[in-house]
């Protein structure tokens, strides 16, 4: 079983800046992807950005150049550091770990969600 537990969510007023962080637990494979993905009320949950275990990153085109996405692999942490928050930043923010087990099938698993407020 994996365990994936956020946080670093908040408040925070536009222009600000929060750092998001989430450690995953258990039996997660090293050939990983971790990514951050978001749900605001009434939407559909969105990616907004994902790290492979080699390093390789995606991000969505509404937070290039604000968001960066990180890992520890030897903590099997991944971060979400935020900056010039907008108010449409304002959602659920939601960790993600997958990858695919040894006969090729998807493995997918998430966090609990982090609420992530920007005050305008």
């Known amino acids: 079983q994996v365990q994936l537990v956020e946080s670093g969510g908040g408040l925070v007023q536009a222009g600000g800046s929060l750092r998001l962080s989430c450690v995953a637990s258990g039996s997660i494979s090293k050939n990983n992807a971790m990514g951050w993905y978001r749900q605001a009320p009434g939407k559909q949950r969105d990616l907004v950005a994902i790290?492979?275990?080699?390093?390789?990153?995606n991000y969505a085109d509404s937070v290039k150049g604000r968001f960066t996405i990180s890992r520890d692999s030897a903590k099997n942490t991944v971060y979400l550091q935020m900056n010039n928050l907008k108010a449409e930043d304002t959602a659920v923010y939601y960790c993600?770990?997958?990858?695919?087990?040894?006969?090729?099938?998807?493995?997918?698993?998430w966090g609990q969600g982090t609420q992530v407020t920007v005050s305008s």
């Open positions: 790290i492979t275990s080699g390093g390789s990153t």
């Open positions: 993600n770990a997958n990858w695919r087990n040894s006969v090729n099938w998807p493995i997918n698993y």
